[in-house]
């Protein structure tokens, strides 16, 4: 209920300031279990993701939000709590298997699960290696997978910042459903769970139109000489995701109403076959 009272008060104040603009809300099923997978560039996309969507988006956040401590502790937990967000511990190991089990019974409950497989917010605008998590979710659950690309939200308010700036405006895009049906049986198989997890990245950077970095986010947030490093590489520090090059039942990468004549984004597709190729007997994540 408090999700419902917080939108309809937030809602039209987002609206009238922001003016947001929204792509593919059909693409989200209205009913039954389904999983949003975004980019997480900035702490607006909690607002400005879930906002044009009909139904309640639970998203797995991560437990620092519930456990401050004094006044501040107390507004955070019950703001989070009653928007709809479920607490994860991020440390890895056990904790990883315990977010799972949460994600999995959230999806059982017939819910929209809201979920950034980058694990963090990104250190600047582009978009990095995807955690296998996700793909788990996917295959044990059977629920659609739905990309959610993020746009401007890491201008608007980027990380550090408090409040957000007027401008520009924030969009959010909604791809059509991944369909790995062809991969169901196979959620304990690393590999197949990597080929999952680029296959949803690349339908986020075919939405966003972000450059891809081939790192974890965390990773080089934490090291500063190899945030440099990286956006220095080029073509060596940014292979593009893997979209599951052939097999039957193979999607069509490429987003509707996107480069189509060859441009930056159509080498980027050339890209995703060779590296699918170089590193298909090598994966073992």
Known sequence: MFYWVVKAILGPFLYLVWRP????????????????????????DHFFGPLPLPRKVTFLAKAEYFTGTGVKGLVSRMFFRGVGQVPIDRTGGRASEAALRTGLRVLAEGR????????????????????????????????????????????LMPS???????????EVRFGEPLDFSR??????????LRAVTDE????????????????????VKNDPAAEEGTASAGDGGSRVPEADAG?????????????????PEERDAERVASNARARGATSGE
Do not use: C, W
Request: hydrophobic fraction near 35%; glycine fraction near 12%.
């Open 21 to 44: 603009r929204a792509q593919g809300t059909r693409n989200v099923p209205r009913r039954g279990p389904a999983i949003l997978v975004g980019n997480h560039l900035s702490f607006a």
């Open 160 to 170: 550090g910042r408090t409040l957000p700036r007027l401008r520009p405006r924030p």
């Open 200 to 219: 949803i990245m690349y339908a986020i950077m075919r939405l966003s139109g972000q450059e891809y970095v081939d790192r974890y986010a965390s990773d």
């Open 183 to 192: 991969y169901y049986g196979m959620a304990h198989d690393r590999a197949v």
């Open 247 to 263: 097999g039957p039942g193979e999607p069509e990468p490429a987003a509707r109403g996107r480069d189509e004549t060859g441009g």
């Open 112 to 155: 929209l699960l809201g979920i950034y497989p980058e694990g963090t917010r990104a250190p600047d605008n582009r978009l990095y290696r995807g955690k296998t998590g996700v793909a788990r979710l996917a295959l044990e659950s059977r629920a659609p997978v739905i990309p959610m690309a993020m746009i401007n939200t890491f201008e």
